[in-house]
């Protein structure tokens, strides 16, 4: 074993000629690399530290660059670092972060060693020790070293101290109690002299301030100390990071640093700290007007370079310039614009963003109407981006900026005729949403419907499947208002409409139901009327509609004969059977259509027979799919039909004679007419809530135990879900078909991962499961301009969009056409949201910050108030918390948060303690402590006086402002 | 945490450095590597150095035939960040003189010091490249 360590040892390969060796590479790379780390296996055994730590060496190397694994080696790293040469131990170190990760086993046993390493004369052995710690630190190790750290953080070495500042990062990510220990000294480091020891420590406040901002108000001073004095644009650029986060929370600290930031504007040449003093004016200080208009200037210069890099970052940061400062965008309109055709894609994104916020009622449609052309001529991913921008600014807050509906949805229809058209999905749940919401786009609508479904080429793009999906029951449910009926029904059921996904053909069907229904309800009401009528008038009527039976009455006889529908009806283009011609059809060519001879109100006996027979025919091969939707609907038609015809005999032989039978038909025909014209509007994605839970109907039970007694049940199918009318159970069908049909080919353990998808897709029928999530999907939540304030938004970044946009819309210009009424559900409707899941251990680590920065007398008051959260203000919660002093300032809205009180009350009581041990160990702060609870005394004045929203005052010292 | 990770890449898409601030297992840096390199290598001069990746943001920039690249948080400052790369660059020029592909490649672990003491934990935390330099000159010296 000796001997061949020693051989080991004189011919080893050292890293360098591994790499040269790679670099000839006589038997390429991968073989070369296995072989090279079977050497490695072998030698790292070696007794021998020194060779050994050259195989690490050279297995970190592989294991960096050519994705070797190093897990194995692991062992070998941690005796490296053991090594009393600082060359080994160096090695070791570096392939323990490289490597380790919270699952390495190994760890363990390196806790003393680092400890040795951390307490170690030699500072470049203390600095491997903290590097590593930097990168594997765990929560143990956190735990472990903690006070080691505590030691090193006023280190008389420099080299040192930067580094344990460093590494107080992860320790407080790790083992928030380290604050407790560490922070103090942290804070002392902000006012060191040392520029290193500064620039560290600035730059792990800005990773603190950036995770829980109002924690770190208290040291506003500080860091506008160094705002004003520093000349490092590092530091600098840091410090400016944090203001952005803290000015928005304290209006004092705000109109304080504004005039720093514009002086570091206006001096200062580079142009990294520039665009900093920009973003943070802009992003954080938008207030203050001059500041604004400074930075805008500045923006202007980014814009004009041309240095790609710079306009990029100008158009971005005019995008983040908010609303209410909309001249900034519009001031450089040309050079946004002209960027759109920028051969940076990333450049276009930007400005094509910034194209769309200076969107208004009056410039939409010309804007839009560029954009659709441009789209035309982009790539397609550009494309999409357009068509999709286009399509959330439009729907924005109930297509707020829309006034002619019209237009809008023939824009819809337009955009689906894109080519390179991806955004199926939106345009359905749009089209769909504008026809339940604007009663007045509804003929409109319809006529685009019916000419996305007469467009046999549509059918081909499965993009627009989903389009013609809501474009198929669109005609089906505002029928009424189509001008030719049959010719829709006639599109339904164009035989190439096999091209479409079942879920999407059982729509198409149901439709063909709704338009049938309709029709001969619409014929039998008006025979009924004409029964009741003298004759005289009846025949005069009939005259009048004397041409188009013409063509009709041939029609029927042709058809019965003719099996198949012909096609060809539907290819000729679209003029040929628009809907102006229908008044003169009656020439020569009786083939033009056999549908035509119908006329607004106008159904006759033939074209009432034609549909029936053309729709039997079509009907007749679905009736044995295999797919249960399109089966069951197919037979639902066929039945249908089968009923008139059997029982309307007398109908067809007579028009005059109206038997009793004939009555039971129109009954029936009625009542289904009355069911499918029931109106249908939005729902409230918090509808659910408001029906009170039947006594005895447990909803939360667990229903594990089913999977195993029912594991190879099909899911019910979502039908179940319906509530009161059947469109309900109409509109669900494309998913619950789906749901089944994917059930026939997959395991029924995967019915959960469908239900789940069933859910996003449907979101609506549901309760909103995470914020704002459902949203987006379908249909937007009850809220409304006026109940901006009560409305729950989940971040801020929303609730100040919806401020803007409540303020653009003020200035609404006078329009000659009254926009139509876009129906909105009843306002003071609360969308519970559900809060942000927290990390527990950030509500650590921000509770253990807020602790020591404040005393023991703010514990009370520190809690995980987030920023983010102090705009979702639930009147409800605070109702509820008023009389609860101690969690006046706690926003609770879930349960999962209320459990964690007890906790939080726990700690609570044990840190004064803590605290109390701290106080003697600094005897020296306590002036600046006294401050500092000046100014907590305050706030927790104005905490009791108010419990509403603006009770959140961040804690800061008064005399520092 | 600031800086992501920091990759040096060359022309033809080899990786020459890689360094992760958070830890991603074999695969995953395998195609996170792949996946930017196509995207960065592929965009010409005149496009911005900066692409949005994922949930964050790559800045990066071309020396000769090898490309820096650098993935920041969303928020970071970007021409900071190209600020950055010029200085890890004008260090290791000023340790190898007039450095190169190779230098890099031979001398990776050097490269990997410096980096250390430049950036702990994502966050840039030396910007002197005297302090930089002084503990690997140190130990050139020592061995």
């Keep these: 074993m000796a001997g061949s360590s020693i051989m080991e040892t004189l011919f080893q390969r050292t890293l360098e000629d591994l790499i040269k060796g790679m670099r000839l590479q006589l038997i390429g790379e991968s073989a070369f690399i296995s072989k090279a780390m079977e050497e490695i296996r072998r030698e790292i055994k070696s007794t021998d530290l020194h060779t050994k730590s050259i195989a690490l060496q050279k297995l970190t190397y592989l294991n960096s660059l050519h994705a070797a694994d190093m897990s194995w080696a692991a062992f070998h790293a941690v005796e490296c670092m053991s090594s009393s040469r600082f060359a080994e131990k160096r090695v070791g170190y570096v392939a323990a972060s490289q490597s380790f990760n919270e699952s390495t086993p190994v760890l363990l046993l390196i806790t003393n060693q680092l400890r040795k390493d951390l307490t170690s004369v030699n500072e470049y052995e203390a600095s491997l020790a903290l590097e590593c710690l930097a990168k594997i630190g765990t929560v143990d190790l956190a735990r472990d070293l903690t006070p080691e750290i505590f030691t090193l953080l006023s280190s008389s070495k420099v080299f040192v101290r930067k580094k344990s500042i460093g590494v107080t990062m992860r320790l407080f990510e790790k083992y928030p109690d380290a604050v407790r220990v560490c922070f103090k000294r942290l804070v002392e480091n902000l006012e060191s002299s040392d520029p290193q020891s500064l620039s560290a420590t600035v730059g792990v406040f800005c990773e603190l301030a950036a995770k829980d901002p109002p924690s770190y108000l208290p040291l506003a001073p500080e860091f506008y100390r160094i705002l004003v004095d520093s000349k490092n644009n590092w530091v600098l650029i840091k410090v400016l990071k944090i203001f952005a986060k803290l000015a928005p929370l304290e209006p004092r600290l705000a109109k304080k640093v504004v005039e720093p930031i514009c002086e570091h504007m206006r001096r200062t040449g580079a142009k990294s700290l520039m665009f900093e003093c920009v973003r943070t004016v802009v992003g954080s200080l938008s207030e203050y007007e001059s500041a604004v208009k400074l930075a805008v200037a500045k923006i202007r210069e980014f814009l004009l370079e041309d240095d790609p890099n710079l306009k990029y970052l100008g158009l971005h940061a005019l995008s983040i310039v908010p609303p209410k400062h909309l001249w900034a965008v519009l001031e450089n309109k040309e050079v946004v614009i002209k960027s759109l055709s920028d051969e940076d894609a990333n450049i276009k994104l930007e400005s094509l963003g910034l194209v769309m916020a200076m969107v208004s009622e009056s410039s939409i449609v010309e804007i839009s109407r560029v954009l659709v052309n441009y789209a035309l001529k982009s790539d397609p991913e550009f494309c999409n981006e357009i068509l999709g921008s286009l399509l959330s600014t439009c729907s924005r807050n109930f297509y707020e900026i829309v006034v002619d509906f019209d237009w809008y949805v023939s824009l819809l229809g337009e955009m689906s005729r894109t080519p390179h058209c991806q955004k199926g999905e939106e345009i359905e749940s749009q089209l769909i949403d504008v026809g339940m919401r604007v009663r007045d786009a509804r003929p409109e609508l319809v006529r685009v419907a019916r000419s996305l479904l007469i467009d046999p080429a549509l059918l081909g793009n499965p993009f627009l499947h989903r389009v013609l999906s809501a474009a198929a029951w669109v005609s089906g449910e505002y029928v009424e208002f189509s001008l030719n009926p049959f010719e829709l029904a006639e599109a339904l059921i164009q035989p190439r409409a096999s091209l479409l996904p079942n879920s999407i053909r059982a729509v198409y069907l149901q439709s063909v139901l709704k338009i049938l229904v309709f029709s001969v309800n619409s014929y039998l009401s008006q025979t009924e009327t004409l029964a009741d009528l003298e004759p005289g008038v009846q025949a005069s009527q009939m005259e009048n509609s004397e041409a188009s039976d013409l063509a009709s009455v041939r029609a029927p006889i042709e058809s019965e004969h003719d099996e198949a529908f012909n096609p060809g009806v539907l290819d000729r283009p679209s003029a040929d059977i628009s809907v102006e011609d229908i008044g003169t059809v009656a020439d020569g060519d009786g083939q033009t259509s056999k549908f035509v001879s119908f006329r607004k109100n106008g159904f006759t006996r033939e074209s009432i027979v034609n549909l029936l027979n053309l729709v039997e025919v079509a009907m007749r091969p679905l009736s044995g799919s295999l797919e249960v939707e399109i089966l069951e609907r197919a037979c639902n038609i066929l039945g249908l039909i089968e009923v008139l015809k059997r029982e309307m005999p007398a109908q067809f032989q007579s028009e005059m004679v109206l038997e009793k039978e004939e009555l039971e038909v129109l009954e029936l025909i009625k009542l289904m007419d009355d069911a499918f014209s029931e109106e249908l509007g939005p729902v409230s994605t918090s509808a659910q809530d408001r029906v009170p839970i039947p006594d005895g109907l447990v909803l939360k039970d667990n229903l594990a135990d089913l999977d195993e007694i029912m594991g190879d049940v099909k899911l019910p199918s979502s039908n179940s879900f319906s509530l009161e009318s059947p469109y309900y159970a109409e509109r669900m069908d494309p998913a619950s078909s789906n749901v089944q049909s994917k059930e026939d080919s997959e395991a029924s353990n995967e019915s959960t991962s469908l239900l789940a998808e069933h859910r996003k897709r449907h979101g609506l029928y549901y309760l909103p499961s995470e914020g704002n999530g459902t949203i987006s999907n379908d249909y937007p939540p009850a809220n409304d301009l006026k109940s901006g304030e009560t409305t729950n938004q989940d971040d801020p970044e929303d609730f100040v969009r919806l401020t803007a946009q409540s303020l653009v819309s003020k200035k609404k210009p006078n329009y000659a056409k009254p926009r139509p009424v876009v129906v909105k559900l009843d306002e003071g409707e609360l969308v519970l949201a559900v809060p942000k899941k927290q990390d527990s251990r950030d509500d650590l680590l921000s509770g253990a910050v807020r602790d020591i920065l404040l005393g023991d007398d703010a514990v009370k008051l520190s809690s995980s108030i987030k920023g983010k959260e102090k705009v979702n203000m639930d009147p409800l919660d605070s109702k509820e918390n008023m009389h609860d002093m101690e969690h006046s300032r706690h926003r609770k809205s879930s349960s999962r948060r209320s459990k964690q009180r007890p906790h939080r009350k726990e700690r609570g009581q044990t840190s004064p303690e803590k605290l109390g041990m701290e106080k003697e160990e600094h005897g020296g702060k306590v002036k600046s402590k006294s401050s500092h609870r000046h100014g907590r005394q305050k706030s927790r004045q104005k905490a009791e006086g108010s419990s509403d929203v603006i009770v959140q005052t961040p804690v800061i010292p008064d005399f520092l402002l | ?143």
Aim: proline share 1%.
């Design chain 2, 1 to 143: 945490m600031g800086i992501r990770f920091i990759l040096m890449v060359n022309k033809q898409g080899q990786t020459r450095l890689a360094q992760y601030y958070e830890y991603l297992t074999l695969e995953e840096r395998r195609a996170l590597e792949g996946e930017i390199v196509r995207k960065c290598l592929a965009r010409t001069e005149q496009q911005c150095s900066f692409v949005e990746h994922r949930n964050y943001k790559i800045v990066y920039r071309r020396y000769a035939s090898l490309f820096f690249l650098v993935g920041v948080d969303n928020d970071e400052n970007e021409l900071a960040i190209l600020e950055f790369i010029h200085l890890l660059v004008e260090t290791m020029d000023r340790h190898f003189g007039n450095v190169c592909e190779l230098d890099i490649m031979f001398h990776l672990e050097k490269a990997h010091f410096m980096l250390e003491e430049m950036v702990m934990n994502g966050c840039i935390v030396e910007t002197s490249k005297a302090n930089i330099l002084a503990p690997i000159q140190l130990m050139e010296k020592s061995s």
